[in-house]
């Protein structure tokens, strides 16, 4: 039986494994389940577990110096119901909303599913360009179809690692102000950060009601643990509450992380964020060494687990992914985040999940199926 290839995952848009505190959270567990353990005989709050949503505005608190009111924080199965419940909530069937032009791909997913038009705002090195957003507002106010919302990753964007300045996040408040239009603001890489976060969250810059705030206890603990939250001051929040209709979040998961992330959060996030930058940095040097000389370049992100890269544009992508396959390497490719599913010369290579020791090579073997799939005028 032939071996299978190494496998260098760059797919993965995960935390580092090694980090995921397995014994101090079993610590936590056997002390906060005999203490509280009986709550579980019943439903979950709607608005999930009261410790873990003073921690989750805490962390706000902690970052943005204005800590929300408890009652405005809920606990989600995810941060991804919170994307679900913004669709469900602050959009109907047909309704358009504002996307960056390459964005999430489970938020494209979630979009779709709910019938909902993606309108497409072109990045740059900035995040999202306001400029071209003031066009399509008006554009759209032409049309007579208001968005039902600005969905924006403005920290750290997914996939392409930006970060939005501050002066651009005021003008994008007061276009989304002045068309009377909301924002959604995925916040959940903001932690995720090799440098000391200075861009204020937008849900502070805004007026109350302007901006749902989602952020995710996920991208610094694990996905397993299905943790998220969203931040909404009324009504907007009994908008959103309206479509949640799981039963409740798990208080079991909410109570041992809670308890665990009472005195530890943010040693976590240091300790984390740690080892992932290391893996950005060797990352970033293997891309240097390999790709030297070639028509390639990529994004040199602050925080978040995601690096874009931008392939010319005759080189065979298919071919690149085949190639890739046979090697174990895997990666997203830029269809995937593309708003429109356009096949673009992109691709997302995570860096948080992946082996620091496995980049270097991941990334030398990438650069071979490369340069095989451009012309050959272009590889020589």
């Known amino acids: 039986m032939a071996t299978p290839p190494r496998e260098f995952n760059f797919g993965a848009g995960m935390p580092d494994p090694a980090t995921f505190p397995a014994q101090a959270l079993g610590n936590a567990a056997s002390r906060v389940v005999p203490r509280i353990g009986k709550m579980l005989a019943r439903y979950p709050d709607q608005r999930g577990l009261p410790e873990l949503r003073t921690i989750a ?14 009652e405005h924080v809920v606990l989600t199965n995810g941060s991804m119901q919170g994307l679900m419940l913004a669709a469900q909530g602050l959009a109907q069937r047909g309704d358009a909303v504002i996307v960056e032009e390459f964005t999430y791909s489970g938020t494209l997913r979630v979009f779709r599913q709910y019938g909902l038009e993606l309108v497409p705002v072109p990045l740059d090195d900035q995040g999202m360009r306001v400029d071209v957003l003031e066009e399509v507002l008006r554009r759209q106010d032409e049309l007579g179809k208001k968005p039902a919302f600005i969905y924006t990753i403005a920290s750290y964007q997914n996939p392409s690692g930006t970060t939005m300045p501050l002066a651009r996040r005021e003008r994008l408040i007061a276009l989304a102000r002045k068309h009377g239009v909301k924002i959604v603001e995925d916040d959940c890489y903001a932690d995720v950060s090799f440098v000391k976060q200075s861009e ?20 610094i603990l694990g996905p397993g643990v299905r943790l998220g939250y969203f931040i909404a001051p009324e009504p907007m929040s ?11 979040t798990s208080n079991l998961s909410a109570m041992i992380v809670a308890e665990y992330f009472k005195e530890n959060l943010w040693a976590h996030i240091e300790e984390g964020n740690t080892v992932i930058k290391q893996k950005r940095d060797t990352l970033l040097a293997a891309l240097e060494r390999e790709f030297s000389g070639m028509d390639i370049t990529w994004t040199h992100p602050e925080g978040g687990l995601f690096l874009w890269v931008r392939l010319p544009e005759d080189v065979d992508r298919a071919r690149i992914q085949a190639l890739a396959k046979e090697r174990g390497i895997i990666y997203a490719t830029g269809q995937a985040f593309h708003s429109l599913s356009q096949d ?3 691709l997302r290579l995570a860096f948080g999940f992946i082996g620091n020791e496995d980049i270097s090579e991941g990334v030398r073997q990438l650069a071979d199926c490369v340069r095989a799939a451009m012309p050959a005028a272009a590889a020589r």
């Open 57 to 70: 505005a805490d962390r706000f608190a902690h970052n943005h110096e204005v800590r929300p009111p408890l």
């Open 200 to 219: 204020p969250a937008l849900f502070k810059l805004a007026e109350p009601g302007e901006v749902m705030y989602i952020g995710s206890f996920s991208k």
């Open 238 to 248: 009994t908008s959103l509450l309206q479509w949640k209709t799981d039963g409740g």
């Open 344 to 346: 673009v010369p992109y």
